[in-house]
């Protein structure tokens, strides 16, 4: 099956910092995902991606199908951004969804 | 945006009890719905695909009769764990696509303990 790495795993900021995050993937994909999962285990759907750039506040997202990689850009991040950050990714449809380890994002005040 | 309820957020049994965890799309209707687990600090693991109105697919390694999956209407998913034991303990999550980008949106997680 297609292998999803994030990078980093573990990412500290203080808060109005930026960031990128990014998912690198094993095989070509026709969708792309980006979840963000809050401190009481809520996922949130950010970005339906599988090509090209969207922005969507503070959180934009660019995906290089053809170079195999996802960016997920972070801007003045806040405490409430705190939380694990996925990439999911699917080579035919849903049903075959799979999960990054994600990257774990702390913004302290 | 689409909503999925998932309830209960919480539940603690003792061993060899079953628990029924139910997973609701509210505002859209979702032909078909999954089931994940995810243990502390690691990734979602897709356990099963739930269709409606027929046998649920099931992940290799799960097994379907201690993880029952039915998917009865449109809008309405259950996982029932069976003689359910410590092992079974875990953070377990639903999730439904919406039309049209195919987009998955998740139910809250249902946070199991079994003494």
């Known amino acids: 099956g297609i292998q999803v790495e994030q990078s980093p795993p573990d990412l500290i900021l203080q808060e109005g910092a930026n960031s990128t995050l990014r998912c690198n993937f094993s095989d070509s994909v026709n969708n792309l995902q980006w979840f963000h999962q809050n401190p009481w285990g809520q996922l949130i759907n950010l970005f339906y991606?599988?090509?090209g750039t969207k922005q969507n506040g503070r959180l934009s997202a660019t995906t290089v199908a053809t170079e195999r990689y996802s960016l997920l850009y972070i801007s003045s991040s806040q405490t409430t951004d705190s939380g694990v950050y996925f990439c999911?990714?699917?080579?035919?449809?849903?049903?075959?969804?799979?999960f990054g380890a994600g990257t774990r994002l702390t913004v302290k005040p | 945006g689409a909503v999925v309820s998932q309830h209960p957020s919480r539940v603690i049994c003792k061993s060899g009890t079953s628990v029924k965890i139910e997973c609701r799309s509210l505002d859209f209707q979702a032909t078909t719905m999954f089931w994940y687990r995810q243990f502390p600090k690691q990734s979602l693991m897709l356990m099963a695909t739930?269709?409606?109105?027929?046998?649920?697919?099931?992940e290799q390694g799960v097994e379907k009769d201690k993880f029952l999956i039915n998917h009865a209407s449109l809008t309405l998913s259950t996982l029932t764990v069976t003689s359910a034991h410590p092992e079974d303990s875990s953070f377990y999550i639903c999730?439904?696509?919406?039309?049209?980008?195919?987009?998955?949106?998740f139910g809250s997680g249902t946070q199991l303990s079994v003494l």
């Open positions: 739930s269709n409606e109105g027929s046998k649920a697919t099931y």
């Open positions: 991606i599988p090509s």
């Open positions: 999911a990714v699917g080579r035919y449809n849903n049903n075959d969804m799979r």
């Open positions: 999730s439904a696509r919406g039309d049209p980008e195919e987009k998955l949106f």
